[in-house]
């Protein structure tokens, strides 16, 4: 007669035994749009760098994404009553304003063309883009604000104009905040004054081929 302890013992050895013979057999699967997911939030294969970068953008064909430059985070827009009253919004500091313009000079020192330039319509980033291009349209589809559960179709607008082909000799630029971005692309968060620059893909989206800091523009043409 075999003794109990023995005999759960050598049950519990036949169980893991089926269990491991079974995960041998059956392979893992993963949703595709992780992978979709993870291959739009980070630079992939392909991703550029240096002269290699500031060529690329002069070919045209790209959306180059900007967050802000630097705000007042003593301020806030909790009592924003429209986008036309600055003095109830989160502004520029100086340190933004020269920062925008030094972005600026240094995108115009390295040729790159730009075409459409799209701003959200809150002051701060309409200010950043006529500081670094000296034009703007005002463009809802790209303002920004939190994403939440209750509307998750809130930027898909934004998600097409980043997958819409660009013609080439020609970069399409908009100038935002840093939660639109992170809804459609993942993390990192852009720090303020920082820019994406994505190659659009049409129906398969669009990839982040390069991450440029506000004072990176210069090493470009290194």
């Known amino acids: 007669m075999v003794a109990m302890p023995c005999l759960n013992r050598a049950i519990g050895i ?31 294969a392909g991703a550029l760098a240096g002269h290699e970068l500031a060529d690329a953008l ?19 827009d909790e009592g924003m009553t429209s986008f036309d009253d600055c003095t109830k919004q989160r502004n520029l500091t100086d340190q933004g304003r020269a920062e925008a313009r030094a972005i600026g000079a240094a995108i115009a020192k390295l040729k790159i063309p730009v075409g459409d330039i799209l701003a959200s319509p ?16 005002p463009t809802s589809a790209v303002r920004g604000g ?7 179709d809130r930027y898909d607008a934004l998600r097409a104009l980043l997958s819409t082909p660009v013609k080439p000799g020609v970069n399409t630029v908009i100038a935002s905040h840093g939660n639109p971005f992170r809804a459609v692309a993942g993390t990192p968060y852009l720090a303020e004054g920082e820019a994406a620059v994505i190659e659009p893909l049409g ?18 043409d290194r």
Request: glycine letters at 6%; hydrophobic letters at 45%; a positive charge.
């Open 122 to 137: 809150f002051c701060r980033t309409l200010e950043t883009a006529r500081l670094i291009f000296g034009r703007a349209t």
């Open 203 to 220: 129906a398969n989206g669009f990839r982040i081929v390069a991450r440029i800091t506000k004072d990176g523009w210069d090493a470009l």
């Open 14 to 44: 036949v169980r893991l035994a089926l269990i491991a013979a079974c995960c041998a057999l059956v392979p893992m699967t993963i949703p595709a749009d992780v992978f979709a997911q993870a291959a739009t939030a980070t630079p992939a």
């Open 58 to 76: 002069r070919r045209g064909g790209y959306v180059i994404y900007f967050r802000h430059t630097s705000t007042d985070f003593g301020q806030n």
């Open 146 to 152: 939190p994403a939440t559960p209750e509307k998750a």
